[in-house]
């Protein structure tokens, strides 16, 4: 089958959650839309099983986060539907204060570990999820490194000072 | 498979017994840590750790320039380092909206499909070794150094390789590169077909590999396989067929399937992606002679590097050098998610853009690390020998695990 149109698919969107959905844009053709954490559950499951759409193929799930915007953390998921080659970009912003969202994990086994990242790395908290651990980075770590505010090196490190290398 | 088992049995009493395989194991072939506990020989639960060798790309990523990256992406699945080189290209060229000349679509052809042979090598090779059969290994051990003897005579370097700019190359191929070339497709099909006639109905072999780690496509689909193990377990996704990129769709060439996802199926698929693989480098080879041959990369000052005599010698050229490599030129500000077929399955690049010099988030879709998390849930009930084969032929990659 050939590649579902992305009005097509805003509409069958819109049909069944209204407003709660919202598009943000198409970049590269690929839909992108957002929404609350409410419903992503609801929406993925949607994607999944619509007979038309049949989005089942988790392609991935990451994080991204905005210092400066008043919900900083992002968590995007990628779909793809294998039998129309349709991929799909799902967004849900979160507060820095309350980083709690439902586990995908109920939907795709595979979501585990990419959800495990997400959690590791941006400090989300995905409620219900089977295993929730760090998973790259050691256990005791305090802090999500692919947050901004994390520098990238330690600022007071003298190890690499120039004089070291004789310049 | 949905309950995940964690490691709590500390009870002195208890008939299982707790084995570490691994972090740094002969069998496991790279950094790999399985907590297992077993009864007698059987597995009854596992625990993956990993993350031994993470070394925050993706942090680092969003610190450097786009030329920058491409070394990173070397060390990700480092037996097919140009795939991610030029997977990384395309994403951003696709971001740019850069259009290559057929021919360094063709010539990236030719490197990526050497690559994923490279690839397939080492892992059905790795597999005939823990099987009991080094010979085969040591036959097509042979021919990846050939592979590796071009990539040497294209970029000049054999692992990581660095390889190509946005938008091409940044030399043409000279001709040894083409004799090699040549060299190899006459000798490689001879050692394949041998390899193919020691282990495809080799009666140890079979009965090592056959109905192990069998895999439905609902389970593979549902942990999110890709690549050869996807299509082993029935599901023909192949992101060269399905959304080509670099000029696949010229190119006449079958997907192989396998039927219940097992090591054998695994086995064979490779094998015959080998041979597609083939087909296709002897396809681009009869396509560039119909292609200028002066022609290795797209016509784009602004991004593709240009050559040190210029930079010395041409006003021109060393400020587009300055700009480049300051990362000075403007790009779009938006999002784009690329991927390619790695020899591991879809390895994708989301790019977050702000027009910076280096990416705001720059995130790796990598198989390897999707495809290893059913390693401890499928390894349930399996014997430990079975498990280490299974490890083989996931032919899970740490550097592309742990990124």
């Known amino acids: ?167 | 498979m949905q309950n995940h088992p964690v490691y709590t049995d500390n009870d002195p009493q208890s008939e299982l017994s707790t084995l570490n395989l691994g972090p740094t194991h002969p069998a496991t072939h790279g950094v790999f840590q399985n907590v297992l506990q077993l009864d007698g020989e059987r597995i009854v639960s596992g625990v993956s750790t990993i993350g031994y060798i993470h070394r925050a790309f993706e942090k680092i990523a969003e610190h450097r320039p786009f030329y920058q990256i491409t070394p990173l992406t070397d060390r990700l699945n480092y037996c097919s380092s140009p795939i991610n080189n030029m997977g990384w290209h395309m994403t951003v060229e696709k971001l740019l909206n850069i259009q290559t000349p057929k021919r360094v679509d063709y010539l990236r052809v030719i490197v990526m499909e050497l690559a994923r042979i490279a690839d397939h090598i080492i892992c059905n090779g790795v597999l005939g070794v823990d099987t009991g059969a080094f010979t085969g290994f040591l036959y097509m051990m042979e021919h990846r150094e050939a592979i590796y003897e071009i990539y040497e005579e294209v970029c000049g370097s054999r692992l990581t390789t660095n390889i190509g700019r946005i938008g091409g190359f940044e030399r043409n191929f000279n001709s040894r590169a083409f004799d090699k070339l040549r060299a190899f497709l006459k000798n490689f099909p001879k050692t394949l077909k041998e390899f193919e006639s020691l282990f495809n109905r080799n009666r140890i072999f079979v009965d090592r590999t056959r109905d192990v780690a069998a895999v439905s496509a609902e389970t593979a689909l549902s942990y999110s396989w890709t690549g050869p193990l996807l299509r082993a377990a029935g599901v023909d996704y192949d992101v060269r067929a399905m959304n080509p990129y670099s000029s696949y769709e010229d190119f006449d060439f079958e997907v192989p399937v396998g039927d219940n996802g097992d090591v054998y199926s695994r086995f064979l698929v490779r094998n015959e992606e080998m041979w597609q693989s083939l087909r296709i480098i002897e396809q681009a080879l009869a396509k560039l002679d119909k292609e200028p041959s002066d022609i290795f990369h797209a016509d784009v000052p602004e991004f593709y590097l240009p050559p040190k005599e210029e930079v010395y010698n041409n006003m021109e050229a060393l400020i587009y050098h300055f700009k480049i490599v300051m990362g000075e030129i403007p790009t779009p500000t938006t999002e784009v998610y690329h991927s390619v077929e790695g020899a591991n399955g879809e390895l994708g690049f989301y790019l977050v853009n702000d027009g910076g010099r280096s990416p705001y988030r720059l995130h790796f879709r990598r198989p390897s690390f999707i495809n290893y998390q059913m390693y401890a849930p499928m390894s349930r009930g399996m014997l430990l020998s079975d498990a280490i084969i299974n490890m083989s032929s996931l032919n899970v990659i740490a550097g592309e695990l742990d990124a």
């Open chain 1, 1 to 167: 089958m050939a590649k579902i149109p992305n009005e097509q698919l805003i509409k069958a969107i819109a049909d069944k959650f209204d407003t709660s959905v919202t598009v943000i844009g198409e970049p590269y053709e690929l839909l992108t839309v957002e929404t609350g954490r409410e419903t992503i559950i609801d929406l993925l499951s949607f994607l999944k099983t619509d007979p038309e759409l049949k989005f089942i193929f988790l392609t991935d799930i990451t994080g991204i986060h905005y210092p400066e915007q008043e919900k900083p953390i992002g968590i995007i998921y990628h779909l793809h539907s294998l039998t129309t080659n349709t991929r799909i970009r799902i967004k849900v912003f979160l507060e820095n204060t309350d980083v709690h969202i439902p586990t995908a994990t109920v939907l795709w086994d595979g979501a585990n570990w990419m959800e495990r990242e997400t959690y590791d790395f941006f400090g989300v908290i995905f409620d219900g999820h089977p295993d929730l651990r760090r998973i790259l980075n050691v256990d005791d770590m305090t802090a999500f490194p692919m947050r901004k505010e994390f520098p990238l090196e330690d600022p007071n490190r003298v190890d690499k000072k120039d004089f070291y290398f004789g310049r």
